[in-house]
């Protein structure tokens, strides 16, 4: 029984000093220009042009996964799958920290909670890891047996 209380309160260490670790890499950025742009439009047309340059950016992406996977609907895909990929990981950090939350500092009282927890933490990282491999498994499939 002292080992588990032991690990309980090492595991709360952990949780806190990671969580609070992922706030601070989160909340800096580096920004360094060399130049500042003496820049004549408002600030509407310069997030208007931004969104445009955006659109085109992400049409030639998308543009680029068909060429190489010489087909619409296989490079559509293989985009659709590369952006899933992406975005996986900031949602699935942010899971795995409310799932350990459930576990480790509501599921100290309650043990429902805490198997709650559990559970979710598991799903949550087997969906990141699903999110993560299914891409290459896209290709490898499409580009090495299609032909």
Same mark, same amino acid.
């Given at each position: !029984? #002292?080992?588990?209380?032991?690990? @309980?309160?090492? !595991?709360?260490? %952990?949780?806190?000093?990671?969580?609070? /670790?992922?706030?601070?890499?989160?909340?800096?950025?580096?920004?360094? #220009?060399?130049?500042?742009?003496?820049?004549? *439009?408002?600030? #509407?047309?310069?997030?208007?042009? @931004?969104? %445009? #340059?955006?659109?085109? &950016?992400?049409? &030639?992406? /998308?543009?680029?996964?068909?060429?190489?996977?010489?087909? @619409?609907?296989?490079? *559509?895909?293989?985009?659709?799958? @590369?952006?899933?990929? $992406?975005?996986?990981?900031?949602?699935?950090? $942010?899971?795995?920290? $409310?799932?350990?939350?459930?576990?480790? %500092?509501?599921? $100290?009282? &309650? /043990?429902?909670?805490?198997? &709650?927890?559990?559970?979710?933490?598991?799903?949550?990282?087997?969906? !990141?890891?699903?999110?993560?491999?299914?891409? *290459?498994?896209?290709?490898?499939?499409?580009?090495?047996?299609?032909?």
């Amino acid at each position: !029984m #002292e080992i588990k209380k032991g690990a @309980n309160k090492f !595991m709360k260490k %952990v949780i806190t000093i990671l969580f609070v /670790l992922l706030v601070l890499f989160g909340t800096f950025s580096v920004y360094a #220009e060399t130049t500042v742009p003496q820049n004549t *439009l408002t600030s #509407e047309t310069t997030s208007t042009t @931004n969104l %445009v #340059e955006l659109k085109d &950016k992400a049409l &030639k992406s /998308l543009e680029d996964y068909q060429v190489a996977y010489g087909d @619409n609907t296989y490079g *559509l895909a293989a985009y659709i799958l @590369n952006i899933i990929r $992406i975005y996986s990981i900031p949602f699935g950090f $942010i899971g795995i920290v $409310i799932a350990a939350i459930y576990r480790y %500092v509501i599921g $100290i009282r &309650k /043990l429902d909670v805490q198997d &709650k927890g559990f559970g979710v933490l598991v799903a949550i990282i087997t969906v !990141m890891v699903i999110c993560q491999v299914l891409p *290459l498994v896209f290709a490898i499939v499409v580009r090495g047996w299609r032909g």
